[in-house]
Every structure is written in structure tokens, then in C-alpha cells.
């Protein structure tokens, strides 16, 4: 294990942890599901999920992994704890699982880059997003951005990764908010914004069991917690000031992007249809669009727009390539290139059937975010919570001079609220998941 890799300064890793969280899944996953489960209502048990779960759990990844300094699978027996191995081996197959499918999505965007050149997609945005999410078309897109992914891991750490994310998030945000500022503008957008701010705590009632499963899986794929990224992300730090404050930006950070992608997608959708749960996997993909054609400047800016929402996205697959390849490189010894390239083909296969028909992207997607992910947060704060217990409080401590008695909070609210919670979703999820769209 000589020479690992590792990150070039503390900012490099804050960078690339908020590379990972920030991606399809704020962009297009999130205005998409809130629109599906009730708007408002939503995001309050969304944010709810970030903060009481999201945050501690996050923490607890960070911990394993700078503790060990090993990514996933050989963090465990690094740490003394050989038999709990099996909760890196979730992760890594999470992380394998969900990339086929979120390549797919990545495949939609380079699509809509191209068109965004002609304004291919100006006239009829509905039919355009209909022609191109399935079939031989996404197939070869889903393929070019697999190629892409497969390109910056096979590079390594520092060389592909670091570089790609300092210039991201701040290009996301500027643009994200010139763009809310533009639907703001159009007139009928006012009851977009009721419908994603405005919580009606009656209906919430009512539709519990279906919200909380949703919004909390939304708020842990988000975070890329559950597959092992941060476990991983961290491994890589040689030396770090604060954990809980990286955590805190880095769940911050991505929230607020999140919101803003809500802010973007509900009041043009309020202006164009005033339909929002029908638009479905779509969402961004039609009402973003929309706009742009109504815009001067349109093609170029429909060009900026799907190209940094590219880099989200790349910034994103990377991390989840880079938890199988690195697991691959710790423990089995084989060289990274290879592997990589190896990988990234069988991934690609994994993903023709989303690629195929969107129904097969929703079910893996479901499975991904609602089964496979709850259940290795819950096994990660059970772990921390109990098994680590101290040497985690130890760990989260060092390199932060004032943390006083929260580091017990912490290991106290991973115990008991967080671990309980996870578990309730998981339980939920469970209870309604439904078999293969066939
Ligand atoms: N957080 C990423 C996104 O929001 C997706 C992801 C999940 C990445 C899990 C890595 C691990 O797009």
C-alpha cells in the first residue's frame, strides 16, 4: 500500500465531496421527485431529512474513512472490523448499480448540449425529450458519457477529478439563479412557487408513508451517502482541520442547489403548462428548454446551461466509478487503467435496459435509491453508532479543538433518532416496492 493517491489540499477534497453531491441528482432527480410527491410537503420532510439524518450520517462516512484510510471494502478490516465488511460491499455494488442507470440521464444531457447548438430541441420540447430519452439514441449517448466517466477515473485522482470541480459549483449557481430570475419574470409563473414552497401540512398528513420514503432517499443519494463515495473521498485526506464543518458546507452547498434547480423547474413549468407531477423523469428536460427558446441567445445559453449540468454530472459518475475502481486497485492489487476501462463497459451493459425504456430507469432507480441505499446507511450508523462508537467520537474530534460535548450528540443521535429513522424509511420503502416493469 504504498503510494496512495491523495488529495493536492483540504479544498481539493471539499471540492470533489461537493463534485459528488451536487449532480443529476439536484438538477434533475429532485425537481422531478418533488413534483411527483406533493411539492411543498416534499421539501419540508426533504430538508428534515438532510438535517437530522443526512448531516450525522455523512460524518460517520467521513469518519470510517479518514480513520482507515482505506476506501470501502478495506476500511472495514483496517479497522479491526473484518466481519462488517459487507457494508462496503453494499456500497460498491450501489455504486455500480446506480451509475448504469445514472449514465443513462448523463447520455440525456450530452444530447441536449448537442441540440442546444441548433436549437434542435426549440420548437416542440415535449416531443424532442420523448424521441431522445429511449431507444438506440440514448443508447449511444448513455455510451459517450460512460466513455467520458471511464476517461477521468482512469487518470486518478489529483490528474482528472480535482481539476474537474473547482470551476463547477460556482458556473452552477450563477447560472441556476440568472435562469430563476428569467422564469421569475414570465407571467404564470406565481403558482410554481406556491406549489414548491408552500407546504399544505394536510395533504403531508395524508400521504406520509409515500413522502417519507421519497424524500429521504432523495436527500441521502444526494449527499452520495450509502455507496461508499464519502467513505472513499475521505480516505483520501492527509490531513483536514474540521470534519463536522466540511460536512456542514458540503450538505449546505448541496441543498441549496437542490432548491434552486426547484426554483428554476415549478415556475416555468407554472408558466408553460401548470402541470407539474405529469412531467416526470422530463421535468428539466422540457420546461428548462422551453425557456431557452423564448430567450435571445437562446442556443447559447441552452450550450452553457446543459454544459455545466455535464460537469455536475461527470463530477458525480466519477465518484461512483472511483468507489468500484478503487476498491478493485486497494484489494485486489490489479492496475487502475485496465480496470477502469473493464468497468466502465460492464456498467455500460448494465444500462442498456434504461437506456432502452425510461420504466427500466425508473426501477432501477427505485431499487438504487429506496432499497439499496437506506439499507447501507442504516448498516453505516449502526456501525459508527455502535460498533466504532469511540474511536468514531476520537476520530470526528481530531483536528477540531472545540467540539465539545458534540461529538457525544453526535454518537448518541446516530444511536438512537438517525438510526431509527433510517430505519423506518427502509421499512416504508420495503412495504411498496414494486416488482420489474416487464
Ligand atoms: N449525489 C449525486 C447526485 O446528486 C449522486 C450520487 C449518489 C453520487 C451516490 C455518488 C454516490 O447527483
Do not use: C
Not at 45 to 74: D, K, N, Q
Not at 292 to 313: D, K, S, T, W
Not at 344 to 370: E, H, M, Q, R, Y
Request: proline content about 4%; aromatic content about 14%.
Amino acid at each position: 500500500m504504498a503510494d496512495r493517491d491523495a488529495w493536492a489540499s483540504r479544498l481539493g477534497f471539499i471540492l470533489a465531496a461537493i463534485g459528488s453531491a451536487v449532480g443529476l441528482g439536484n438538477i434533475w432527480r429532485f425537481p422531478y421527485q418533488t413534483a411527483e410527491f406533493g411539492g411543498a410537503a416534499f421539501l419540508v420532510v426533504y430538508v428534515l431529512a438532510v438535517l437530522v439524518i443526512g448531516i450525522p450520517a455523512i460524518l460517520a462516512e467521513f469518519v470510517i474513512g479518514r480513520r482507515a484510510e482505506m476506501s470501502a471494502i478495506g476500511a472495514f478490516e483496517k479497522l479491526g472490523r473484518k466481519e462488517w465488511t459487507v457494508i462496503g460491499a453494499i456500497g460498491v455494488f450501489g455504486g455500480f448499480w446506480t451509475l448504469s442507470y445514472y449514465s443513462v440521464v448523463g447520455g440525456w444531457v450530452i444530447r441536449y448540449l448537442t441540440g442546444s447548438f441548433t436549437g434542435a430541441y426549440f420548437g416542440a420540447p415535449g416531443e424532442y425529450f420523448g424521441a431522445v430519452s429511449a431507444g438506440m439514441d440514448a443508447i449511444a449517448f448513455h455510451a459517450l458519457f460512460m466513455l467520458l466517466t471511464v476517461g477521468i477515473v482512469a487518470f486518478g485522482i489529483e490528474g482528472g477529478i480535482e481539476k474537474a470541480t473547482k470551476v463547477m459549483v460556482p458556473a452552477i449557481v450563477l447560472l441556476m439563479v440568472g435562469l430563476a430570475f428569467f422564469a421569475y419574470t414570465l407571467p404564470g409563473s406565481g403558482p410554481g412557487y406556491e406549489f414548491f414552497l408552500s407546504p399544505d401540512f394536510g395533504v403531508l398528513a395524508d400521504n406520509l408513508a409515500t413522502v417519507i420514503p421519497a424524500a429521504v432517499g432523495q436527500a441521502l443519494f444526494s449527499l452520495s451517502l450509502g455507496f461508499s463515495v464519502m467513505i472513499t473521498y475521505a480516505s483520501y485526506i492527509s490531513d483536514d482541520k474540521s470534519l463536522p464543518v466540511d460536512g456542514l458546507s458540503i450538505a449546505v452547498v448541496n441543498s441549496l442547489i437542490g432548491i434552486l434547480a426547484g426554483l428554476v423547474v415549478f415556475p416555468l413549468l407554472a408558466s408553460q403548462t401548470g402541470e407539474y407531477g405529469g412531467a416526470g423523469p422530463g421535468a428539466i428536460f422540457v420546461s428548462v428548454p422551453t425557456a431557452l427558446a423564448r430567450l435571445p441567445l437562446g442556443e447559447l445559453f441552452g450550450v452553457v446551461f446543459f454544459g455545466i449540468v455535464l460537469i455536475a454530472a461527470l463530477s458525480s459518475s466519477i465518484s461512483l466509478l472511483e468507489v468500484v475502481v478503487s476498491y478493485l486497485v486497494d484489494n485486489h492489487g490489479v492496475s487502475r487503467k485496465p480496470t477502469t476501462v473493464g468497468l466502465g463497459s460492464v456498467i455500460f451493459v448494465l444500462g442498456l435496459p434504461s437506456a432502452w425504456k425510461t420504466a427500466w430507469l425508473g426501477w432501477f432507480d427505485g431499487l438504487a435509491v429506496n432499497l439499496i441505499l437506506p439499507l447501507a446507511v442504516l448498516l453505516v450508523v449502526f456501525f459508527v453508532g455502535w460498533v466504532m462508537a469511540d474511536d468514531a467520537v476520537d476520530e470526528l474530534r481530531r483536528g477540531t479543538s472545540d467540539l465539545g460535548t458534540l461529538g457525544t450528540v453526535w454518537l448518541w443521535a446516530l444511536r438512537t433518532v438517525v438510526l431509527l429513522a433510517v430505519f423506518g424509511t427502509l421499512a416504508l420503502s420495503v412495504f411498496q416496492f414494486t416488482g420489474a416493469p416487464v
